[in-house]
């Protein structure tokens, strides 16, 4: 599947379904992403002087409520084929106190009512989502054992897809592979510094204390 560079991709877990399985309806719905709802991005060992450094995510209840949705498609594995799209009215996306809501109907290609009955028949459940962020707010803590980096994204720019797939969203090649472990890693490292700034400005904060008895 043809992952984009400078594009975040993320599978929530969450199932999706058909809304009546009796029907010849094609319609499915579930939620492309859940809100205030942690979950482990990804972590690294002896990272920070030989701790553990673990990256939590959850996204705002807020976050979509600028996001660009006006062309937003439906797709299997971030393929490039679309079987739906909220342009012409067949995708719907609407924030709920659960999360991102989709409904879509599939019927209108041979390739979406093909993938409509395996979602039928329960070969494919997981839904993953294409998005920019246009605001974030990360916090770093250290304890004895480990640094926690918790990212909140508190503002979407634009989701460009949600996708119908039987894995959750990886890159397929090397070069991709690669791209995605190089953009982990300059996070961690900003975090790390932000974390070494902090203990720098309280070291200094307490020497300053100390030399005028404070």
């Known amino acids: 599947m043809p992952i984009r560079e400078n594009r975040e991709y993320r599978n ?8 009546d399985k ?29 701790k553990k450094v673990e990256v939590w995510e959850k996204v705002d209840r807020e976050a979509f409520k600028e996001a660009d949705m006006s062309d937003t498609v439906f797709q299997y594995n971030h393929g490039g084929h ?10 719907e996306l609407t924030a709920t106190e659960e999360g991102l809501s989709v409904r879509a109907d599939l019927g209108g290609t041979q390739g979406g009512r093909d993938m409509a009955e395996e979602i039928r028949g329960g070969y494919i459940d997981k839904m993953s989502i294409g998005f920019t962020v246009a605001e974030d707010v990360t916090v770093t ?25 039987d894995f959750p969203a990886n890159p397929n090649t090397d070069i991709n592979a690669r791209s995605m472990e190089q953009a982990r890693q300059d996070f961690v490292n900003k975090a790390l510094s932000d974390l070494r700034i902090q203990k720098r ?7 300053i204390k100390s030399n005028y008895g404070n």
Request: hydrophobic share 40%; charged share 35%; proline share 1%.
């Open 82 to 91: 679309v079987f739906a799209r909220t342009k012409n009215g067949t995708l």
């Open 22 to 50: 009796e029907s010849l309806s094609y319609e499915v719905e579930g939620l492309a992403s859940t809100f205030d709802d942690s979950y482990l991005l990804f972590e690294y060992n002896d990272a920070f002087e030989g």
């Open 12 to 19: 929530f877990k969450n199932d999706f379904k058909f809304i």
């Open 201 to 207: 400005r309280a070291e200094i904060i307490e020497r």
């Open 141 to 165: 803590e250290e304890d004895p054992e480990k640094i926690l980096v918790t990212r909140t994204i508190t503002r979407v720019k634009k989701l460009y897809d949600v996708s119908a797939v």
